[in-house]
Each structure stands twice: as structure tokens, then as C-alpha cells.
């Protein structure tokens, strides 16, 4: 749990990663996730989980913003929302099951993933 003397560090890091978010369309987890763990000592688990918790009201101001300038497919974010909401009750059951370790790893893996098909794509 992150004490009062890092509310401000808190506070600097959600505003910073608000931006990275709303910027690169991206819901805050991969720069969440980390910053948490490394710097303010929250477990694997908690942060992964505090990251889905934060990112609902980041993804709808983004989500607003984005829309008022035209930007959303509604046919394909109601495809995604559904198949969405299954997998991530099915993903956050699974997370209970596995070792911080193997989680880190997992959560590595698709960060490098993601970003070695961005930069190939």
C-alpha cells in the first residue's frame, strides 16, 4: 500500500501515466503495473489488480474525449466490450492462481510482445 509520504510521487505518476494513456491510446497497465512494483514496493498481484480499478475512469475520459472528435468504432468496441468482460473474469481468476513470479514473467512477455509487433507493424 502506498503511505502518505508518496501520496505526491501518487499523485505524479498517475498524471504522468494519465497522459501516456490518453496519448498513446494505451489503458495504463504497462506503465502502471511497473511503477508500482518498483517503486512503491506494491505486490505483483495488487498492482495488477489496482491497475484494472484505475484504469476504468482513465478509459473514460479518454474515451469521452476521443469520441467528441469521432474517433471510436461503437461496432467494434461492443464486439471487444463483450468478449472483453468474459475474458477478463476468466483472467482474473486465473491471476489468483499463479505465483508472482510466473505473473511477472507472463506480464514481461506480453509487454515485450506488444511492443516488438508495434515496432514491426
Known amino acids: 500500500m502506498i503511505n502518505l509520504e508518496n501520496n505526491w510521487k ?3 505518476a ?3 501515466i494519465g497522459v501516456l494513456s490518453g496519448l498513446l491510446g ?3 497497465g504497462v506503465f502502471m503495473v511497473p511503477i ?3 517503486y512503491f514496493g506494491v505486490t505483483q498481484h495488487i498492482a ?3 491497475s484494472l480499478a484505475v484504469v476504468i475512469p482513465t478509459a473514460i475520459v479518454s474515451s469521452i ?3 467528441l472528435h469521432g474517433s471510436i468504432d461503437y461496432s467494434v468496441a461492443l464486439q471487444l466490450i463483450l468478449g472483453s ?4 473474469s476468466l483472467g482474473a481468476r486465473l491471476m489468483k ?3 508472482a513470479v510466473q505473473l511477472k514473467r507472463l506480464f514481461a512477455f506480453m509487454l515485450i510482445l506488444v511492443g516488438v509487433r508495434m515496432v514491426i507493424g
Open 10 to 12: 501518487a499523485l505524479g
Open 14 to 16: 498517475g498524471l504522468l
Open 26 to 28: 494505451i489503458g495504463g
Open 36 to 38: 508500482m512494483v518498483s
Open 48 to 50: 495488477q489488480a489496482t
Open 65 to 67: 474525449v476521443y469520441s
Open 85 to 88: 468482460i468474459v475474458g477478463a
Open 97 to 99: 492462481k499463479l505465483p
